[in-house]
């Protein structure tokens, strides 16, 4: 029971953390769409500025729970199964993962130079990088589900 609460938790929170990772580069489209407009700017550069805040704590609480639920059976191992025993698939998900962060953080940065009078890349390129963390998170799901190493 703890084991699938704790399980449940991660996902909720993955779920969340991913909802940032495909808005935010969305936000950037529409501010390089925007550039005439300061109003319009300035309240997607609040959208994202919120939004990445957002997904920085929505991440740590998510990694929080993963973590326990790779190495928790250390501490309680009568609770919580090694769900990575003598397995690999782990370390590819956690590399697609931390490629996943490494976007979310680019993103950002994207967002806060341009709220330093920084050029935006061109909407049509921040568009093509929208489709990135989904190809990502597919691997990350299909490592999951049949952990194949």
């Not at 769409?33 to 319009?40: D, L, Q, S, Y």
């Not at 003598?86 to 998900?93: L, P, S």
């Not at 976007?103 to 093509?128: D, H, Q, T």
């Amino acid at each position: 029971m703890t084991y699938l609460l704790i399980k449940s938790l991660h996902l909720l929170f993955v779920i969340a953390w991913m909802a940032t990772v495909f808005y935010l580069p969305r936000i950037l489209v529409n501010m390089a769409e925007a550039a005439g407009e300061p109003a319009v700017l300035a309240r997607l550069q609040l959208m994202g500025r919120r939004l990445y805040k957002f997904g920085h704590n929505v991440f740590g609480i998510a990694f929080l729970f993963g973590l326990i639920l790779w190495q928790g059976w250390r501490l309680w191992p009568e609770t919580l199964p090694n769900v990575a025993a003598g397995t690999h698939w782990i370390d590819a998900k956690l590399t697609l993962v931390g490629v996943l962060l490494v976007y979310f953080v680019w993103a950002g940065r994207v967002l806060k130079r341009s709220e330093k009078g920084g050029a935006l890349p061109s909407s049509r390129a921040l568009r093509w990088l929208n489709e990135l963390p989904v190809l990502l998170l597919l691997g990350v799901i299909w490592l999951v589900l049949a952990k194949p190493f």
